[in-house]
């Protein structure tokens, strides 16, 4: 026996209005103190340990700075787009024009 296939219909989709009307909200980051490292006497002669907090501390101070540094390279990088945009739309423009030109004139 071979079993028919059964029509699929897709699930109903739900349209949210009130998301798409309420503008997005950027918080700023809050101020970044830095504290020295908490050392802690190790077993052997010149390796000094750090505690777990502050092992954590400077692990979330690193990924602040990381995350920092990559949104400044964010807006940098958004910037440069929106400056050559234009320009480059335009020779696109320039391009297709003068290709068509080019291919009529036959």
Known sequence: ?????K???????????VSQSQPVVITKQRDFTHK?????PSHLEDVPVISAASYIKDARNRWYIHNVELKETWDVHVDIFNR????????????VNRYQELTTKD
Request: aromatic fraction near 4%; hydrophobic fraction near 40%; avoid cysteine.
């Open 1 to 5: 026996m071979t079993a028919t296939p």
């Open 7 to 17: 029509k699929l219909s897709p699930k109903p989709v739900r349209i949210d209005n």
């Open 36 to 40: 020295e490292p908490i050392i802690i």
């Open 84 to 95: 050559v945009k234009p320009h480059v739309l335009n020779a696109h423009d320039y391009v």
